[in-house]
């Protein structure tokens, strides 16, 4: 399985950004796919993820109703719409895939086998 995230960039608060994690070897809709993201000394942070058995998605406190999370499964691509962006969402933001994870692991990185290798977005204040 390979994940290819793109999307990131420079912009200022305010602006919006979209990310894309597009999948190779693996099928979105058998798996849970999310976001995270990461700043240099802390652990990864949980963004966004849709869980495979109910297609539902879940959100992180900090960015629920600015952030939306789709999925397009003919193209097996998903996407994170980020809207209101703050200097405080500048991060490293990874796509992650897992087929096993049950919902009470669905928040924690170390419940996903696969990994995108990250894109970089930086929120100018």
């Known amino acids: 399985v390979q994940l290819q995230a793109s999307g990131g960039g420079l912009v200022q608060a305010g602006d919006s950004l979209r990310l894309s994690c597009a999948a190779s070897?693996?099928?979105?809709?058998?798996?849970?796919i999310a976001w995270f993201r990461q700043t240099p000394g802390k652990e990864r942070e949980f963004v966004a993820g849709?869980?495979?058995?109910?297609?539902?998605?879940y959100y992180g406190d900090s960015v629920k109703e600015r952030f939306t999370m789709s999925r397009d499964n003919a193209q097996n691509t998903v996407y994170l719409q980020m809207n209101s962006l703050k200097p405080e969402d500048t991060a490293v933001y990874y796509c992650?895939?897992?087929?096993?994870?049950?919902?009470?692991?669905?928040?924690?990185?170390?419940?996903?086998?696969?990994w995108g290798q990250g894109t970089l977005v930086t929120v100018s204040s």
């Open positions: 849709i869980f495979r058995s109910t297609g539902r998605t």
């Open positions: 070897g693996r099928t979105f809709r058998q798996s849970t």
């Open positions: 992650a895939l897992d087929d096993r994870l049950i919902l009470s692991s669905l928040r924690r990185a170390e419940s996903y086998d696969y």
